[in-house]
């Protein structure tokens, strides 16, 4: 239990800093792409500064989903509360995939119309900010999405596509400023309908790898496999009858079901049973919950007891 605590708290700790100095470059961003989009003449920038000052509020919707999912289990959710962060990872897609439709109407609506020929020749800052832009919210996305993967965060992961949604966005706004330029400016409402479908598959694989995590799916196949042939290492087991797992937010929970020799006696299986036990939970961190019951292992009988494999 406290190596659980210790674990969490690490992820947590990981996130919340993350979260923080993405918020505090966000929001620099966004003044700066703000002034460039008005003293540059480019409505896209400015649009873009608007998408860049949204992604502030995202990325606080992850530090409460991250904070609510680190509590401690308490009467009303005994297993945890590590399910919270999903709902925080739903809500962003459905934000990511708003902002989506967003850029892709704006472009259609631009095009149909015929606005874009209306749209002020950009001057040569709005292409510096588009280009800066660029490569800040680009390396926002990598940092987001590396700590991510490392603390195994659904919501960190979906901010930090929030981040490459906003880099696609200043692609367009980059596109829009240099068909300014040249005179070619349908380029702009193009290029919003392109990261329009972008953003849209980003939204929605965000929003069903969250579902995944909160409808008992088992964990990847790759763990699943790591484990079992742990169990078949530990001194005692004779085969592994059951493994089943499943994902309750971003940790795994598993149910083991072993067969040791029949003649064993029960404070022997107890301890093959407790080192299973524990074995797993020191070997994958991101294991929260074994469960491990010993069946009589019968060396006549080549089917597991068990009719689960």
């Known amino acids: 239990m406290e190596n659980e605590l210790k674990i969490q708290n690490e992820m947590q700790k990981v996130a919340v800093r993350v979260s923080v100095i993405t918020i505090l470059i966000n929001a620099a961003l ?12 480019s409505y896209a920038l400015i649009s873009d500064a608007v998408h860049s000052a949204s992604d502030v509020f995202s990325t ?5 989903g991250v904070k609510i999912s680190g509590k401690k289990a308490d009467k ?27 850029i892709g109407y704006s472009g259609v609506k631009n095009i149909v119309t015929g606005e874009y020929k209306n749209f002020a020749v950009p001057g ?8 800066v832009s660029i490569v800040v919210k680009e390396g926002m996305f990598w940092y987001t999405y590396l700590a991510a993967k490392k603390v195994n965060s659904s919501a960190l992961k979906a901010d ?24 070619v400016k349908i380029l702009d409402s193009i290029a919003c309908i392109v990261i329009c479908l972008f953003i849209l598959k980003a939204a929605i694989q965000i929003f069903l790898d969250a579902v995944k995590k909160m409808t008992d799916e088992a964990c990847d196949e790759k763990t699943e496999s790591d484990i079992r042939t742990f169990i078949n290492s530990c001194e005692g087991v004779r085969r592994v009858d059951t493994l089943l797992t499943r994902m309750f937010g971003n940790r795994i929970y598993v149910i083991a079901e072993i067969a040791c020799d029949s003649d064993l006696p029960l404070y022997k ?21 074994v469960t491990v019951h010993v069946n009589p292992y019968d060396e006549d009988d080549e089917e597991p007891s068990s009719a689960h494999q």
């Not at 703000?34 to 540059?40: E, P």
């Not at 945890?80 to 439709?101: K, N, Q, S, Y």
């Not at 080192?275 to 294991?287: A, C, R, T």
């Open 124 to 131: 040569v800052i709005a292409l510096v900010a588009a280009a």
């Open 60 to 64: 606080v919707i992850v530090i409460i």
């Open 76 to 102: 009303n959710h005994p297993f945890g509360h590590e399910r919270f962060e999903c709902v925080a990872a739903i809500l962003l897609a459905v934000v990511l995939f708003a902002t989506g439709v967003g």
């Open 160 to 183: 930090a596509w929030h981040h490459r949604s906003d880099a696609l966005s200043s692609i367009g706004s980059l596109v829009g400023v240099i068909g300014g330029l040249c005179g």
């Open 30 to 41: 966004s003044v700066f792409k703000l002034l460039a989009g008005i003293f540059g003449k």
């Open 269 to 289: 299986a107890h301890e093959i049973a407790e080192k299973v036990h524990s074995g797993i939970e020191q070997k994958f961190p991101l294991v929260k919950h």
